[in-house]
């Protein structure tokens, strides 16, 4: 059975202290997670330690940072390398999200090297992908989220892309408050994971997450996560506020 996830996306949120207080809160809230789900908290670097002690005993959940460099290492002040978070015993990475394709210049070539430098070590990239409205206008959205995954991913030999988790988010959804509808997210991700099986076989195609992401919040989770091919979400706004975040926890499937 595949993963249910539910990921945090803190984004550039929260002191310290708020950032301990949520996890505390949310951690606290005793909810009870099955084998096939998992909680995961993508937190702002300097915080990735504090949020790995807390989550510690807790078999469901993990920690992720936001980014990564691409090179191994060297003389690029200010940036952070794979192997630095992995050595924080942090286990995932997010990649590609479309705030940094937007505002970094991420482009598909770049984020392949950021996918191998992560799989390298030991990191499991929460790859994001996903088109703007204008091409959702076109009604080329998906000719153009495929292609995204088959630049960045589809060079990785099927044990190092069977550890990928897809995040589908629609750029036209994020943070605007405007879903995708239920339907819409479905159709992305069977089209995405009839993709992946063209290229690596229907088994692990099967066995892959595909979280959605865009204004998922407590009260349109269920619905979207029941979705056959929608495999939890990941959650920028709403996984600020504990509550949310613990009413779109208990949606996973
Ligand atoms: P949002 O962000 O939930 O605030 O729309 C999602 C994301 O960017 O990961």
């Known amino acids: ?31 009870i997670l099955e084998p096939h789900k998992k909680v995961i908290f993508a937190v702002p670097f300097p915080y990735l330690r504090m949020a790995r002690k807390k989550v510690k005993e807790r078999e469901n959940y993990a920690v992720s940072a936001q980014n990564c460099h691409q090179l191994k290492s060297g003389a690029y002040t200010g940036e952070v390398s794979a192997e630095m978070i992995h050595s924080m015993s942090v286990g995932y990475v997010v990649i590609g999200h479309s705030e940094r394709r937007a505002y970094f210049n991420e482009d598909d070539s770049l984020l392949a090297e950021k996918v191998n430098i992560a799989l390298d070590n030991h990191l499991a990239p929460i790859f994001c992908c996903g088109e703007s409205l204008p091409i959702r206008e076109a009604g080329t959205q998906n000719d153009f989220v495929a292609q995204q995954l088959k630049n960045s991913l589809f060079h990785l030999p099927a044990e190092q892309m069977q550890k990928i988790i897809i995040a589908y988010e629609p750029i036209w959804a994020i943070g605007t408050g405007k879903t995708a509808s239920s339907q819409q997210a479905q159709d992305m991700h ?8 063209k290229q690596y ?9 595909i979280l959605y992401g865009g204004s998922v919040k407590g009260s349109n989770a269920a619905e979207i996560f029941a979705q056959p091919d929608v495999d939890g979400g990941l959650v920028g706004g709403a996984s600020l506020n504990s509550e949310e975040f613990a009413t779109i926890i208990k949606a996973l499937k």
């Open 190 to 197: 069977a089209w995405l994971r009839s993709v992946i099986a």
């Open 201 to 209: 076989g229907q088994p692990l195609a099967d066995n892959i997450s």
């Open 1 to 31: 059975m595949r993963q249910q996830i539910a990921a945090a996306n803190w984004k550039m949120n929260l002191t310290y202290k708020q950032g301990k207080t949520l996890l505390d809160e949310i951690l606290n809230s005793q909810i």
